[in-house]
């Protein structure tokens, strides 16, 4: 089984442009992923970037990137370009993609996904949860949270916390129910995910702002995968400051 790493790291962002390529202890961030990349179960680790600068700053370092259209509308897409622009590769049986902005992801993570297409039936898509520990979490709407089937497959996805627990004051909700949150790196089979692509905007995704959603409507099963480590997305400078201070 054969997995294949894919990082999108796009240089516009609306509060934070460069964000790739913002230092970060010596190292800019778009370094400090691919290191984090390379030391999980992947084969190959590719940056996806739409800008010139960050592919010769990736090349630079030894990394491998290729060059995308400016114009993607996710993630997802950026990551289809990829794999194509790379001949889409016949042995890679899973592609893992990676947020372009979290410095500190565990290689334990990806490799709970990779573990995943090990099997003998592999599943289309598959995406990390996490226990919701504060009710801050809870409901945070910035925080996506996840149920699931006794399978472990996503039934939804909300930024609002789900279930609605009727019988217990809101202030009670995690003492009653053991919540999920959902971290944003996923996996799919390639055939998977070239369909993806080409599926349109859904009314729950739209209603939502949540990709997957688009995908569950379509009928595609999500897989979960359920990890303990946190997660650490760098948006706005006031992250940026977060991020140097936990690096020292």
């Not at 089984?1 to 390529?21: E, H, V």
């Not at 202890?25 to 084969?43: K, N, P, S, Y």
Request: proline fraction near 8%; hydrophobic fraction near 40%.
């Amino acid at each position: 089984m054969t997995a294949l790493g894919i990082i999108p790291a796009r240089y516009a962002s609306t509060r934070l442009p460069g964000k790739p390529l913002v230092d970060l202890g010596g190292q800019t961030m778009i370094q400090r992923v691919v290191a984090q990349a390379r030391l999980a179960g992947l084969a190959r680790v590719v940056v996806a970037t739409d800008d010139a600068r960050i592919l010769d700053h990736v090349q630079g370092f030894g990394g491998e990137a290729v060059l995308t259209r400016a114009d993607h509308p996710s993630g997802t897409d950026r990551v289809w370009e990829a794999f194509d622009v790379l001949g889409q590769p016949s042995e890679v049986s899973c592609i893992v993609n990676i947020q372009g902005d979290e410095p500190f992801i565990h290689p334990a993570q990806i490799n709970a996904l990779v573990d995943l297409f090990a099997g003998p039936t592999p599943p289309a898509i598959a995406t990390l949860i996490k226990p919701v520990l504060t009710e801050e979490e809870l409901f945070s709407p910035h925080l996506p949270k996840v149920v699931t089937n006794r399978r472990g497959e996503a039934l939804y996805f909300s930024r609002h916390p789900l279930p609605y627990q009727r019988q217990h004051p809101a202030a009670e909700w995690l003492a009653h129910h053991r919540y999920y949150r959902h971290l944003g790196l996923y996996a799919y089979r390639p055939d998977v995910l070239r369909q993806l692509t080409l599926l349109p905007p859904s009314p729950l995704e739209l209603a939502e702002s949540l990709e997957q959603l688009r995908w569950l409507e379509a009928g595609f099963a999500i897989q979960t995968a359920v990890t303990e480590l946190d997660a650490f997305g760098i948006d706005t400078p006031e992250d940026v400051t977060r991020a140097r201070q936990r690096l020292g």
